[in-house]
Every structure is written in structure tokens, then in C-alpha cells.
């Protein structure tokens, strides 16, 4: 079963204009519930109010207003937050941000490289918004073993689809694997 917690699955958007920020919260209890000021339900096309959300392990039990919470579970009041469903995003490269250095980049790193930084770029995904990635390439199999760590809960990040090599033309960004 996967580690990352259905919490994550909710992205705190906090105070934009104050420049408030919301650390990640504490994933250990089994029984969460949030309260939440605001729930993008974009199935619906509502926005939602004092909703709560109950958390059983990784899975959403149930949302709604008024839900009784039980007496073992950890409140997390976002009562001055919105929370919605995770973002996807659909062409991304874990493993390898552009440093502005081309040529550093594609004849001085290595696989190695990539996967030390793999980690850190997938956490700083994760509290982007993003819960879900297609991770489009990497050398060395590092989306693969990424995926699996992240899965395996070695590491926090998104639940990636990954597709091993590049592929693309000669001479292109996907040719110098």
C-alpha cells in the first residue's frame, strides 16, 4: 500500500496575499480530520464551506459539513484555508531541472547526479500541488527507482508514471541519453 498519505492528497492554499505558508502536517496518527474553510469540489463546480474531512490511514473516508469526528483523531483546523484534489501534471523530468549551464548539464552530470537531486525535486513537486506525475524520461532508470522508493515511502513525492528512457531525434534534448 502506498505511504504517502491521502492528506497530501489536499494542497493548502494559504493566505497568497499575507504570504503565509502551511508546513506539511504530521502524517504519523491514523485518524485525521480537517477542517476546512473552503473544499474546491471541482466535480461538482462548487465551492464548498466548513467542510470536514476525514482521513482513515491513506484513504478519504468522507466529506462533508457537521461530520462527527471521532474522539481519536487529530484535528487539523484549516478553517481560514481552501483545500482541493491534488493537481496532475503530465509531462515533467524528475530527475533533471535545467542548471543554465546546457553543457554542464548533459555532458558533466551523470545518472548518479539525477538521482541525488530526484528526491528533493519530487518533495518540492509534492508540496506544489502536484500528487500525480508523468515523469516523461531519465537517464539511468532513476524515474524507475524513484517511483519505487516514493512508493515504498523511502521518500515523499508523487505517485509518478514514469517512462524509463528518452525518447526522441538525434541531436535533440532526449538523443544526448
Do not use: W
Not at 491514523?30 to 484513504?59: F, S, W, Y
Not at 471521532?70 to 483545500?83: E, K, N, R
Amino acid at each position: 500500500m502506498r505511504k504517502t498519505p491521502a492528506l497530501l492528497f489536499l494542497i493548502l492554499i494559504a493566505g497568497l496575499s499575507s504570504g503565509q505558508t502551511v508546513a506539511p502536517p504530521n502524517v504519523s496518527h491514523v485518524i485525521k480530520a480537517i477542517k476546512a474553510g473552503r473544499l474546491i469540489d471541482p466535480a461538482q463546480g462548487l465551492v464548498l464551506e466548513n467542510v470536514v474531512i476525514l482521513i482513515d490511514h491513506d484513504t478519504v473516508r468522507s466529506i462533508g459539513k457537521n461530520l462527527p469526528i471521532p474522539d481519536s483523531a487529530q484535528i487539523i483546523d484549516l478553517g481560514q484555508f481552501t483545500v482541493l484534489p491534488g493537481l496532475i501534471d503530465c509531462h515533467t523530468h524528475l530527475s533533471s531541472q535545467p542548471s543554465g549551464d546546457y553543457y554542464a548539464d548533459i555532458f558533466r552530470k551523470t545518472a548518479v547526479d539525477d538521482a541525488i537531486v530526484a528526491p528533493v525535486h519530487a518533495l518540492r513537486t509534492l508540496l506544489a500541488g502536484f500528487t500525480t506525475c508523468r515523469d516523461v524520461g531519465s537517464r539511468g532508470l532513476v524515474d524507475v527507482a524513484l517511483r519505487d522508493a516514493i512508493n515504498r515511502g523511502d521518500v515523499p513525492g508523487p505517485r509518478l508514471f514514469v517512462a524509463t528512457l528518452f525518447i526522441g531525434s538525434t541531436g535533440s534534448h532526449g538523443g544526448r541519453v
